[in-house]
């Protein structure tokens, strides 16, 4: 079983700043793509940010300019930086993985913001 393990996860008030962090296997890391969703009550899973392993990013505009995601590979990690939170941006994100039609999940983390 592929684990994804998150972290990081909080409450904050509106203006804050939370990084999250997922760790996962090594070849896992090394040969997917990487990145983070998330579910607020009541909605669809989105998505909020991934990287590949050269190191693209990509960015839900809702998040852009205010998310940072990025990977360090001796640690396997993979991480999202969020600053100028918003009460809307309160989810549980979840670490994604996937090649092709290969998804990988962790177990999500609550960020909840405050107004």
């Known amino acids: 079983q592929v684990q994804l393990v998150e972290s990081g996860g909080g409450l904050v008030q509106a203006g804050g700043s939370l990084r999250l962090s997922c760790v996962a296997p090594g070849t896992i890391f090394e040969n997917y793509v990487m990145g983070w969703y998330r579910q607020a009550p009541g909605k669809q899973r989105e998505f909020v940010s991934n990287?590949?392993?050269?190191?693209?990013?990509s960015y839900a505009e809702s998040v852009k300019g205010r998310f940072a995601i990025s990977r360090d590979s001796g640690r396997r990690t993979v991480y999202l930086q969020m600053n100028e939170l918003k009460p809307e941006d309160t989810a549980i994100y979840y670490c994604?993985?996937?090649?092709?039609?290969?998804?990988?999940w962790g177990r999500g983390t609550q960020v909840t913001v405050s107004s």
């Open positions: 990287m590949s392993n050269l190191g693209s990013a």
């Open positions: 994604g993985a996937r090649r092709g039609s290969s998804w990988f």
